[in-house]
T-cell receptor, first 112, second 119 residues
Framework: KAGVTQTPRYLIKTRGQQVTLSCSPISGHRSVSWYQQTPGQGLQFLFEYFSETQRNKGNFPGRFSGRQFSNSRSEMNVSTLELGDSALYLC???????????FGPGTRLTVT | AQTVTQSQPEMSVQEAETVTLSCTYDTSESDYYLFWYKQPPSRQMILVIRQEAYKQQNATENRFSVNFQKAAKSFSLKISDSQLGDAAMYFCAYRTLNAGGTSYGKLTFGQGTILTVHP
């Protein structure tokens, strides 16, 4: 069974631009969570989607948004990029409640 | 809000020996899950072991075992017979178990411990 895939793997953007990251979960998984990883703040939860509904959101500004499609694939969008948004963005999928999360390889975003 | 603390930024161990990584957490909840994840240099996060708070028995997965002390809110990871491939950043993580018996996906992570394995 294929693992969680994230595209693109690497991205360089300029301050003020916007970016969209994509996550394809493991087949059959309906839950997708997003995390931001930085050296200073560590791993922080962004949001979680289950069956196209956002059911949990972390403490991030409104510039960070996401959505989930009917095939469980998810995207996250960051608008008006800031230098501090440079990070590794990790996506994790699971079958649903009470099941383990499996992580993708991440998207490395660099904002210049 | 829950917090997870890993007090050891770095640890090292000789190949074939045993090492223990520490984790403490703070929560007012009685039911929850605890996890250890491994993140090698490739950055792919891998689940190592999982513990349900309502289970008194410590979880074990091959060379990996935990010492779960619920009252002390402590959750340490023991790696036996350490191998070079165990070298990675290890994260302790907490997840709520909601009252309805379901658990939403939010993981709260500690700051991580870098484990070096010497040949």
């Amino acid at each position: 069974k294929a693992g969680v895939t994230q595209t693109p793997r690497y991205l360089i953007k300029t301050r003020g631009q916007q970016v969209t990251l994509s996550c394809s979960p493991i087949s059959g998984h309906r839950s997708v969570s997003w995390y931001q990883q930085t050296p200073g703040q560590g791993l922080q939860f962004l949001f979680e989607y289950f069956s196209e509904t956002q059911r949990n959101k972390g403490n991030f500004p409104g510039r960070f948004s996401g959505r989930q499609f009917s095939n469980s694939r998810s995207e996250m969008n960051v608008s008006t990029l800031e230098l501090g948004d440079s990070a590794l963005y990790l996506c994790a999928s699971s079958r649903g409640s009470n099941y383990e999360q499996y992580f993708g390889p991440g998207t490395r975003l660099t904002v210049t | 809000a829950q917090t997870v603390t890993q007090s050891q930024p770095e640890m090292s161990v000789q190949e074939a020996e045993t090492v223990t990584l520490s984790c403490t957490y703070d929560t007012s909840e009685s039911d929850y899950y605890l996890f250890w994840y491994k993140q090698p240099p490739s950055r792919q996060m891998i689940l190592v072991i999982r513990q349900e708070a309502y289970k008194q028995q410590n979880a074990t997965e091959n060379r990996f075992s935990v010492n779960f002390q619920k009252a002390a809110k402590s959750f340490s990871l023991k790696i036996s017979d350490s191998q070079l491939g165990d070298a990675a950043m290890y994260f302790c993580a907490y997840r709520t178990l909601n009252a309805g018996g379901t658990s939403y996906g939010k993981l709260t992570f500690g700051q991580g411990t870098i484990l070096t394995v010497h040949p």
